[in-house]
């Protein structure tokens, strides 16, 4: 079920929240939760259903065996259980069919290949990345000490599977969720809550149809033409697709923010304007930091962080991004764009050192920002490219002179709503505050609720097509 879809709004939305606010008892309630969160991930594929629901009992059982042990040696082969689940189960589904397809690949340049190739073709779970990774989070921070395992498997279950947040983060960590679900209080309706939930929501439902959507219908078709792009439509593309990607995801975080909100339960900010950022170091700062942090408490700082000298701290960060990268997409694009911001952070860490971006502008800061804005937006060809052939065709695009000022290449139907939302969304991005800055109290005003719900209706005007977020495919 996607969020941009009249029979979550008005169907499944209302009638969930009628139900959360009705139930007064606690455990009712959390059932309630569970219950509709599984009917929402179930919308897509109800086969699926059973994973998740493994993939939760194994760590919250493991969780509890974990923190009962008392032996050293055997509280840690727990922790390598579970681990070796959760990635066992993300692997499979996840990267078998690529890993497949890669052997047969070597196996063919070195001339031992099959007559015929051979393909699995497993299908991949919506959000397994996402879920995984939550639940994988407890187990070690209940291994380390960090958490107490939690022996109610309701709000266990529910605080994995809470449907806002399932499918594409942001990745919650089991304390920020868990007390806040068995909260009695957040039973109780709150309407200054469920103002600013719905504001939240609205706006990013907007960010994703009026900015990404109208992005993605001059972006998508003209790519399908790359042979014949001229230099500054490559380029058009690339900025496109980043601020496409952008409004696309931090959209999506904001829905899942203001959905939670409703239910007075908050959400850890996943975004904070990252095209503003003056490196690549504060870039990751800056995006998707519910993933950002994971990646730097549960890989880069168990690789060693920066603790073995600079060489180690260069090998840590070029590691932990390529391995962010595969995390994102079973496939050599997504390896290489990892590598590429590996090298980057690694190359800012030697000749750059590492800047606190608190630390107030710094000369030439503009000149930085759109620096870094360009070097974000060419790894983002990557990204985007379905195959490493395609990346370099792109790329060869971006750097080889093909001139023409038309846009011959953009479909005249779309080409105009593509200009009006690209250049929105430059406007946006380094012009106005994103959304966790913004004054909601003055947002609730008359004058400023009518634009808003104009902005509403607008959406809803466009919804006449399924459009799933991008990182749904992550």
């Not at 939305?13 to 959360?20: D, E, G, I, R």
């Not at 095209?275 to 930091?289: G, K």
Request: glycine share 6%; charged share 15%; proline share 4%.
């Amino acid at each position: 079920m996607l969020f941009n879809s009249f029979e979550f709004i008005f169907v499944f939305l209302p009638l969930v929240l009628t139900l959360y606010f009705m139930i007064r008892k606690r455990e009712a309630r959390l059932l309630m939760v569970l219950a509709a969160s599984y009917i929402f991930y179930g919308f897509w594929n109800y086969k699926f259903t059973a994973l998740l629901l493994f993939s939760t009992l194994v760590d919250f059982v493991l969780g509890i065996r974990i923190h009962e042990c008392r032996e050293a040696v055997a509280k840690k082969r727990l922790l390598w259980i579970s681990i070796a689940i959760n990635l066992g189960v993300l692997g499979y589904f996840k990267y078998c069919n690529f890993f497949v397809e890669s052997a047969y690949e070597l196996a063919k340049w070195l001339h031992f290949a099959p007559a015929s190739a051979f393909h699995l073709d497993v299908i991949l779970p919506i959000g397994i990345s996402f879920y995984t990774f939550i639940s994988l989070s407890y187990t070690i921070d209940v291994y380390l000490g960090r958490c107490s395992p939690h022996r109610d498997f309701l709000a266990y279950a529910g605080f994995v599977s809470f449907f806002p947040h399932l499918v594409a983060g942001p990745l919650i960590r089991h304390n920020e969720l868990v007390h806040q679900l068995e909260d009695p209080a957040r039973g109780r309706f709150n309407a200054d809550h469920f103002a600013e939930g719905m504001i939240v929501f609205v706006i990013g439902l907007a960010k994703k149809i009026l900015i990404a959507d109208r992005l993605a219908d001059g972006v998508n078709p003209a790519l399908n033409t790359l042979s014949m792009l001229s230099t500054l439509e490559a380029w058009l593309c690339a900025f496109g697709y980043a601020f496409q990607l952008y409004f696309d995801f931090s959209g999506y975080s904001d829905m899942a923010v203001g959905l939670a909100r409703m239910m007075n339960i908050r959400f850890p900010q996943n975004f904070n304007s990252p095209y503003q950022a003056s490196s690549n170091t504060e870039f990751w700062q800056r995006w998707h930091i519910s993933l950002s942090q994971w990646l730097r408490d549960y890989l880069y700082i168990p690789l060693g962080g920066n603790r073995g000298g600079s060489l180690a701290t260069y090998r840590n960060l070029f590691l932990t991004m390529v391995l962010g990268g595969l995390w994102h997409g079973a496939n050599w694009v997504f390896i290489f764009w990892g590598a590429y911001h590996g090298l980057l952070l690694a190359l800012e860490r030697r000749f750059g050192g590492v800047k606190n971006p608190q630390q107030g502008p710094a000369p030439f800061a503009s000149v930085k920002v759109a620096l870094t804005f360009i070097a974000v937006t060419v790894g983002w060809v990557f990204f985007r490219s379905p195959d490493m052939h395609f990346a370099l065709d792109w790329l060869s695009r971006l750097f080889t002179l093909h001139p023409s000022f038309t846009l011959h290449h953009f479909e005249p139907a779309f080409r105009d709503r593509f200009i009006a939302a690209f250049v929105l969304a430059g406007i946006l991005t380094w012009g106005a505050r994103n959304t966790s800055e913004l004054n909601l109290e003055r947002i609730k005003r008359p004058g400023m609720a009518w634009a808003l719900a104009v902005m509403f209706v607008v959406s809803l005007a466009f919804f006449s097509k399924k459009s799933p977020f991008l990182y749904f495919q992550f």
